[in-house]
């Protein structure tokens, strides 16, 4: 599996937004899903949201429901995390991953590095 490449990420204000990117290196995206996750130091990895190719859909946990938005271009070659009204606690290294379905169970693989996102007060 060839590792994802995340970017976008930043240090700003409170209330502030930022807008993350993650892309599959030369080639689109064909798997099942593509999810956002993140991970502050001290904390185990959450998951925020994935978006799912055929048929198009999007879920999301609810901590982040109406703040930010996943998406991807036409193209299948970049997913996208629209992140609004961001708050110090969504300080983390936020990650992405593509999700396989398998047995009525989806399994995360591809990770990158991670962009660092930082939210001050």
């Known amino acids: 599996q060839v590792q994802l490449v995340e970017s976008g990420g930043g240090s700003v204000q409170a209330g502030e937004s930022l807008r993350l990117s993650c892309t599959a290196p030369g080639r689109t995206f064909s798997s099942y899903a593509v999810a956002w996750f993140r991970q502050a130091p001290g904390k185990e990895r959450e998951f925020l949201a994935r978006?799912?190719?055929?048929?198009?859909?999007?879920y999301y946990k609810d901590f982040v429901k109406g703040r930010f938005t996943i998406s991807s271009n036409d193209a299948r070659s970049t997913v996208f995390l629209q992140m609004n009204s961001l708050k110090p606690e969504d300080t983390a290294l936020y990650s992405c991953a593509e999700g396989v379905l398998s047995f009525g169970k989806i399994n995360y693989d591809g990770w990158g590095q991670g962009t660092q996102v930082t939210v001050s007060s």
């Open positions: 978006l799912t190719w055929d048929p198009k859909s999007t």
